[in-house]
């Protein structure tokens, strides 16, 4: 898996009813223990990732659909926008209806909202509920010869650092406490559970330095994490993904 830093994303692909992007990281990765969980660190990552997903809501048709779905969901807990939802077989027809931009507003109201966990919104892309597969491939850059990581012995306490960064905090000392800022809210991430994840591969290699720095840590690393979703084939979400 991996992670991204700064914000480039690549475009969702499709293949078959696979979608696929890359998440970026790079900064610290480090492995939790029982006196230190990381939980700062975690955050941290967290919001690395959160830009780049909000984007990817953004922009991917499949997602923007998806949150107009929701929008119809959104409208079930708010009677004053119910009429202005546009019929499902001629959308957008009645200059009186909401846009797509007003409904994917809605839509991802409606899913933070079903996310709020410890007075904080959160809008997961992979859920229980949606049945997407995830699988992750993982370049792993760390400043050592190939290899060596292996040995190490600390690479799985790392990996699982990450693997928390990806997915909705269980409880407000894994949110970063007082980290998270309102203007932050909702915070985009990639599961709602780390256990979602179905399949793993890492490829590890050397790393000379970050990009725009000019020396690194032990600690350090570039991640880029190849997410592939394989989408439902029944189900409500099937159609959406198709």
Not at 66 to 85: D, K, N, T, V
Not at 168 to 188: F, H, K
């Amino acid at each position: 898996m991996q992670s991204l830093h700064g914000g480039n994303i690549k475009e969702l692909g499709h293949r078959g009813n696979e979608v696929r992007f890359r998440l970026l990281y790079s900064g610290r990765l480090l492995g939790a223990s029982r006196s230190d969980t990381r939980a700062v660190l975690k955050h941290q990552i967290r919001m690395e990732f959160h830009p780049q997903l909000k984007r990817l809501w953004a922009t991917q048709r499949p997602l923007k659909l998806l949150a107009q779905e929701r929008a119809y969901w959104w409208g079930q807990l708010h009677p004053e926008i119910r009429q202005r939802l546009p019929s499902r077989t001629s959308p957008f027809d009645d200059p009186e209806v909401a846009n797509a931009e007003e409904l994917e507003g809605w839509g991802l109201q409606e899913i933070a909202h079903n996310w709020e966990r410890n007075g904080r919104k959160f809008i997961p892309l992979v859920t229980e509920e949606m049945c997407l597969d995830c699988c992750l491939d993982v370049l792993f850059l760390r400043p050592e010869a190939a290899g060596r990581v292996v040995r190490s012995g600390d690479l799985d306490n790392r990996l699982k650092t990450l693997f928390d960064a990806l997915r909705i905090p269980a409880n407000l000392e894994a949110s970063g406490g007082a980290l998270v800022q309102e203007e932050d809210s909702p915070i985009y991430c990639l599961l709602e559970d780390d256990d979602l994840i179905s399949e793993v591969h890492i490829n590890t290699d050397n790393l000379l330095l970050l990009p725009k720095e000019h020396g690194s840590t032990e600690n350090d690393v570039f991640l880029v994490i190849d997410v592939k979703l394989q989408t439902p084939v029944h189900g409500p979400w099937a159609m959406t993904f198709g």
